[in-house]
Structures are given as structure tokens and as C-alpha cells.
T-cell receptor, first 110, second 114 residues
Framework: RKEVEQDPGPFNVPEGATVAFNCTYSNSASQSFFWYRQDCRKEPKLLMSVYSSGNEDGRFTAQLNRASQYISLLIRDSKLSDSATYLCVVRGSTLGRLYFGRGTQLTVWP | DTEVTQTPKHLVMGMTNKKSLKCEQHMGHRAMYWYKQKAKKPPELMFVYSYEKLSINESVPSRFSPECPNSSLLNLHLHALQPEDSALYLC?????????????FGPGTRLTVL
């Protein structure tokens, strides 16, 4: 079983749509949780860390459910520039060791 | 500033060549990482250096040899690579301070092995 499971998509949505990505992780001892964004042929860039209480950054909302070992990312009012691959990332109990989901590809069309 | 730099941006090498990839950060981070990423796949961890010492080696073949000359620099020496080693090689760094520790990635070196 993979450490992090993520729906690869692709998700194709019109501008202005709301889209949600989900992710599950297998290790209940996991320490920290992140969403990274990766544009085609570029490096992953941190979008947001995910906290137990849930957190919001502008149009982006991340939620963590430790009991269900489930992480989500909600994007409201999608922009063309949101088109990218979104990576769900979990840190295990070993410091420095990240586990990546396979990424969810999002395309926002005009 | 959360900048990690990598050189070169692109590298083409033959199977008998020896080359090196370089990574640099000036954020005072104490951990540095090498990842390999193939197309449409997530990054795969290769090596972790913590306080300039190798702390994780993910069973990487010996044709890849990491080196950490100081806390700001990380090299990856390449020798006798195979065509299947062609990939994007990403360097990352982090403060390595508990649960809030966040890894920042460099732009990568796109390697082609002929």
C-alpha cells in the first residue's frame, strides 16, 4: 500500500469553478502535511502547509482529518494560472523524509 | 528569501562521462536533499544530508555519489550512468526544525544520458 494516495485526475474545470482534491495517507504517525504545486517542467513549490484546525490562504483552503487520515485542498474561483499538478505531501516520523502522492493534474479553461 | 539554486539547468552526457550537479542555498538551512523525478511521476528521494552528514541513502546505485562540502553546498557526482537515469534532478533544503520544517526546492537539472 502506498504511503500517500491521491486521485491523479485530470480535472478540467472552467474559470471561476470550485474544485476539490483529496488525499489519504497510511501512516498514522505522520507528522506534517503539505500541498505543493508543480508547473510543467518546473520544480515543486510549496502552496500551503496543512494544520489540524484547517487553514485558508485566499482562494485556497486546506483541511486535515487525522482520525480518517485524510487531507483535502479546495480551490475557489479557479483562475487560468491555477493550472498545474498539485502534490499531496506527508512527512513521516523520520525527520526529513517526505512522502509524495502521485499528483493531481488540474487544467482551468477559459 | 527561499531560494535554492542549481547548476547546470540542462546536462547531456554519455554513459562513460563523469559530471557533477551543484546545489546551493544561503538560507542557513541544515538539511539538504537530492531527488530524482521522472515525467508524470512524483519526486523520489535519493539522499538526505543533515548537518553536513549523510543521514539517508535510499539504496541509490553507486554511480550516483553525493557530497556536502559545507552547509550551503550539495553536489551530486555522476559516473557511468545509464539512459534510464535521464530525469529531472531536484535539490531541496530545509531548516530541519520539528513539525513546521518545510522543504524548498531548486529549479532542477534536466539530465539526459545518451
Amino acid at each position: 500500500r502506498k504511503e500517500v494516495e491521491q486521485d491523479p485526475g485530470p480535472f478540467n474545470v472552467p474559470e471561476g469553478a470550485t474544485v476539490a482534491f483529496n488525499c489519504t495517507y497510511s501512516n498514522s504517525a505522520s507528522q506534517s502535511f503539505f500541498w505543493y504545486r508543480q508547473d510543467c517542467r518546473k520544480e515543486p513549490k510549496l502552496l500551503m502547509s496543512v494544520y489540524s484546525s484547517g487553514n485558508e490562504d485566499g482562494r485556497f483552503t486546506a483541511q486535515l482529518n487525522r482520525a480518517s487520515q485524510y487531507i483535502s485542498l479546495l480551490i475557489r474561483d479557479s483562475k487560468l494560472s491555477d493550472s498545474a499538478t498539485y502534490l499531496c505531501v506527508v512527512r513521516g516520523s523520520t525527520l526529513g523524509r517526505l512522502y509524495f502522492g502521485r499528483g493531481t493534474q488540474l487544467t482551468v479553461w477559459p | 528569501d527561499t531560494e535554492v539554486t542549481q547548476t547546470p539547468k540542462h546536462l547531456v552526457m554519455g554513459m562513460t562521462n563523469k559530471k557533477s550537479l551543484k546545489c546551493e542555498q544561503h538560507m542557513g538551512h541544515r538539511a539538504m536533499y537530492w531527488y530524482k523525478q521522472k515525467a508524470k511521476k512524483p519526486p523520489e528521494l535519493m539522499f538526505v544530508y543533515s548537518y553536513e552528514k549523510l543521514s539517508i541513502n535510499e539504496s541509490v546505485p553507486s554511480r550516483f555519489s553525493p557530497e556536502c562540502p559545507n552547509s550551503s553546498l550539495l553536489n551530486l557526482h555522476l559516473h557511468a550512468l545509464q539512459p534510464e537515469d535521464s530525469a529531472l534532478y531536484l535539490c531541496a533544503s530545509s531548516q530541519q526544525q520539528g513539525e513546521t520544517d518545510t522543504q524548498y526546492f531548486g529549479p532542477g537539472t534536466r539530465l539526459t544520458v545518451l
